[in-house]
């Protein structure tokens, strides 16, 4: 069935680094991908989003690769700060007539001051 | 006004309570969603109203009963909950379900069921 997961639950960084959030998606079909953060006691935050028709796409501080070949998505953060520290989901919108948005497993990360 | 808004923040109800969740989003946004999330783990649709019609019902137990008084208010109401029940829901609300658009979700109601 369609799946988006994470390869590390757990990502600990030094204040200043960049972080760098991995997530492998199954369905090669998928169109529409987007990453949230949410913080503890609140609800998912959006913080990127991306299309199947691009490979790179660059925020404030946030940069989002697609490798559609291997079906990789990622989310770079320059400059970590502690207010950065959170869970982060990958998400998909899948493609069949529902567009239900489906939600990869989570990586945690943890700045370090 | 680009928020979604929750109420309560927290609720605490007993197996045999009736309570309501209550979801409010004024961005004009015509689907509204309502997920269920438990601990450490990824939020989980529950249902999916478009245009004021639920559209999606991802095989939720008839103890939650959702209901969309208008396009901008979005209601779940519980009845003889479990324990397992007990997590933070999720209120979120989309331009349209039926295209590839951001949602945006509420802050949640943590649910404790006794």
């Known amino acids: 069935g369609e799946s988006v997961g994470l390869h590390l639950p757990t990502l600990s960084v030094q204040e200043g680094d960049n972080s760098i959030i991995n997530c492998a998606y199954s369905n090669s079909a998928s169109d529409y991908f987007i990453w949230y953060k949410q913080e503890s006691g609140k609800g998912p935050q959006f913080i990127i989003d991306?299309?199947?028709?691009?490979d790179k796409r660059q925020g404030q501080r946030v940069t989002v690769l697609l490798n559609k070949t291997v079906k990789h998505l990622s989310l770079q953060i320059a400059a970590t700060q502690p207010g950065d520290s959170a869970v982060y989901f990958c998400a998909e919108i899948g493609m069949d007539s529902s567009y239900k948005l489906i939600f990869g497993s989570g990586t945690r990360l943890l700045v370090r001051p | 006004d680009t928020e979604v808004t929750q109420t309560p923040k927290h609720l605490v109800m007993g197996m045999t309570n009736k309570k309501s969740l209550k979801c409010e989003q004024h961005?004009?946004?015509?689907?509204m969603y309502w997920y269920k999330q438990k601990a450490k783990k990824p939020p989980e649709l529950m249902f999916v109203?478009?245009?004021?019609?639920?559209?999606i019902n991802e095989s939720v137990p008839s103890r939650f009963s959702p209901e969309c008084p208008n396009s901008s208010l979005l209601n779940l109401h519980l009845h003889a909950l479990q324990p397992e029940d007990s997590a933070l829901y999720l209120c979120a609300s989309s331009q349209s379900s039926q295209s590839n658009n951001e949602q945006f979700f509420g802050p949640g109601t943590r649910l404790t069921v006794l």
């Open positions: 991306i299309r199947s028709n691009m």
């Open positions: 109203y478009s245009y004021e019609k639920l559209s």
């Open positions: 961005m004009g946004h015509r689907a």
